[in-house]
């Protein structure tokens, strides 16, 4: 599973598995913690997930979470 980022003005937008995601940061860049939100197709929130201390975590943590939501929808 791999999430597809967006380039240029949807830079912190990506898709993974007929889910949309955002990524997004706070802080200084010394100290900067990473987030993201998980939306269905329908362009219903799903969840808002974080800080993670680095994008790989935060990245990890939303296919982690995609391959949850798919297992629960398949049983």
Same mark, same amino acid.
């Not at 990524?23 to 990473?34: I, L, M, P, W």
């Not at 990245?59 to 982690?64: F, K, S």
């Given at each position: 599973?791999?999430?597809?980022?967006?380039?240029?003005?949807?830079?912190?937008?990506?898709?993974?598995?007929?889910?949309?995601? !955002? /990524?997004?940061?706070?802080?200084?860049?010394?100290? =900067? %913690?990473?987030?993201?939100?998980?939306?269905?197709?329908?362009?219903?929130?799903?969840?808002?997930?974080?800080?993670?201390?680095?994008?790989? !975590? /935060?990245?990890?943590?939303?296919?982690?979470?995609? =391959? %949850?939501?798919?297992?629960?929808?398949?049983?």
């Amino acid at each position: 599973m791999k999430i597809n980022w967006g380039k240029g003005g949807s830079f912190n937008h990506g898709r993974i598995e007929g889910y949309r995601c !955002e /990524r997004y940061s706070v802080g200084e860049k010394d100290n =900067r %913690k990473h987030w993201y939100m998980l939306a269905d197709p329908h362009l219903t929130y799903l969840c808002a997930k974080g800080p993670f201390n680095t994008p790989e !975590e /935060r990245d990890t943590a939303i296919v982690e979470e995609v =391959r %949850k939501r798919e297992l629960a929808n398949n049983s």
